[in-house]
């Protein structure tokens, strides 16, 4: 089935720096997006991406729909402590019944003040 | 907009015994609703598809007959895990479905904490 490639796995970060995520995949998506999930609730959807080639922001972060529909990018920039948790990409696979979403393994963000 | 509940938060129950997780769209109706699992530090592991007035499609690997679904009304999904036992001891996540086609996203409960004695 399709997976995502989610990079790095964890970032320890000095508060105030800039931070970058990527995804990606053998398989050309149609969707990319990108959750938070702090300890202990659900994900958080952050930013929703539809249109190859697409840049949104939300705030203080940005992300990409790459050209090649099988890669995106997710950016935050002058980090805050509360920007650490989990980050998800996430795209829709076909499924039996409809569309499902399959996840990137996640990048662990850790903000040192 | 697009506020997803769930209850309890978290539960601790005895082995042998069944748990029942309720998930709610509170201001949207939902017409297919996800549950998924999630082990400490992992990623989150799709379990079924809940689909409203039909049955419940489960993914490979996973005890239909263990975690039973009902999606009785467009707003309210529940997972049944019948006779627990440790190893279910887990991370329960639900989501709905909202949009439809290449615009579709899911939206996500706050999560159930369920330890198994």
């Known amino acids: 089935g399709q997976q995502l490639n989610q990079s790095p796995q964890s970032m320890f970060i000095q508060e105030g720096e800039d931070v970058s995520m990527n995804c990606t995949s053998s398989?050309?998506?149609?969707?990319w997006l990108w959750y938070k999930q702090d300890p202990g609730e659900g994900p958080v959807l952050l930013i929703a991406?539809?249109?190859?080639?697409e840049l949104t922001s939300n705030g203080r972060l940005t992300a990409q729909f790459g050209i090649t529909r099988k890669d995106s990018f997710l950016n935050i920039s002058a980090s805050i402590p509360s920007d650490v948790g989990i980050y998800f990409c996430?795209?829709?696979?076909?499924?039996?019944?409809?569309?499902?979403?399959?996840f990137g393994a996640g990048t662990i963000l850790r903000v040192k003040s | 907009g697009a506020v997803v509940s769930q209850h309890p938060s978290w539960v601790i129950c005895k082995s042998g015994t069944s748990v029942k997780i309720e998930c709610r769209s509170l201001?949207?109706?939902?017409?297919?609703m996800f549950w998924y699992r999630q082990f400490p530090k992992q990623s989150l592991m799709l379990m079924a598809t809940?689909?409203?007035?039909?049955?419940?499609?489960?993914e490979q690997g996973v005890e239909k007959d263990k975690f039973l679904i009902n999606h009785a009304s467009l707003t309210l999904s529940t997972l049944t895990v019948t006779s627990a036992h440790p190893e279910d001891s887990s991370f329960y996540i639900c989501?709905?479905?909202?949009?439809?086609?290449?615009?579709?996203?899911?939206?996500f409960g706050p999560g159930t904490r369920l330890l198994v004695l």
């Open positions: 398989s050309i998506f149609n969707t």
């Open positions: 809940s689909n409203e007035g039909s049955k419940a499609t489960y």
């Open positions: 996430a795209g829709p696979t076909r499924g039996e019944y409809g569309n499902k979403l399959v």
């Open positions: 991406l539809y249109k190859a080639g």
């Open positions: 201001d949207f109706q939902a017409t297919t």
């Open positions: 989501s709905a479905r909202v949009g439809a086609g290449y615009r579709e996203t899911q939206y």
